[in-house]
């Protein structure tokens, strides 16, 4: 089920450098870029999932409508601004995350069907023949980057020159919506107007759209 080996391991610290040490790696392991993990076993009648039904087979066709590709001159947008405001994103445990959605991630259907066939709703797990697993917050910090501790990105803004600097947003929102026929803003658009602007605007017109777009 695991293959312990010595690889170059990247700490989810901003910062630090990768280290030669032992790790556990789940199988089945890619060996390259470009070759597609092994297709799992699809008899699934050799390992029972007790949460779904004999006649339960997913036989129509699945759209990966929540998938978000990335967005064109974003990878460029994030990398300048990076220049000048790494050390903040860092201080604020953002970096890894915001570093981490300038890539992109292959998709493997048939593999995430295989998963989706393996999920237990009851109990929010996966039904492995070896047991249940689910994703915890840890998952969450290590592969995602995203920080788990702090106040909620909904939290009111108080401090007077997050304000000021909420309002330069809502203004600049109000100024697009002007030269369009929609109701809504897309991202191209506020990509187009803030970008280039400098200063903390433009930082704080990045991070918006990040957490819109990616968080």
Same mark, same amino acid.
């Given at each position: ?10 700490? #989810? ?14 199988? $089945? ?6 070759? $597609? $993990? ?11 999932? $007790?949460?779904? =039904? ?5 036989? =129509? ?15 460029? +947008? ?11 994103? =860092? ?16 998709? #493997? ?20 023949? +070896? ?36 309002? =330069?947003? %809502? ?13 809504? %803003?897309?991202?191209?658009? +506020? ?18 759209? +990040? ?5």
């Amino acid at each position: 089920m695991i293959e312990e080996k010595e690889e170059m391991m990247v700490p #989810h610290v901003s910062g630090v450098l990768p280290t030669l040490r032992k790790a556990h790696f789940l199988k $089945p392991i890619l060996t390259s870029e470009n070759q $597609p $993990p092994p297709r799992p076993h699809s008899d699934l009648s050799l390992f029972p999932n $007790p949460c779904m =039904k004999m006649n339960e087979v997913i036989t =129509k066709r699945v759209l990966f409508r929540g998938r978000i590709r990335q967005q064109k001159g974003w990878k460029e +947008w994030v990398e300048e601004l990076q220049k000048t405001h790494q050390e903040i994103w =860092k201080k604020v445990g953002i970096l890894d995350a915001i570093r981490a959605s300038i890539y992109n991630i292959r998709r #493997h259907d048939e593999l995430i069907i295989w998963l989706a066939q393996r999920w237990c709703p009851e109990t929010n797990t996966f039904v492995f023949p +070896w047991g249940e697993t689910t994703m915890t917050l840890e998952d969450v910090l290590i592969l995602g980057g995203f920080s788990v501790l702090g106040a909620s990105v909904k939290f009111p803004v108080e401090n007077p020159e997050n304000k000021e600097l909420e309002k =330069k947003l %809502v203004d600049g929102c109000a100024e697009i919506k002007k030269n369009t026929i929609n109701f809504f %803003v897309t991202h191209n658009q +506020w990509t187009n107007y803030f970008k280039g602007c400098g200063g903390e605007v433009e930082n704080a017109a990045l991070i918006a759209l +990040w957490l819109s777009r990616y968080g």
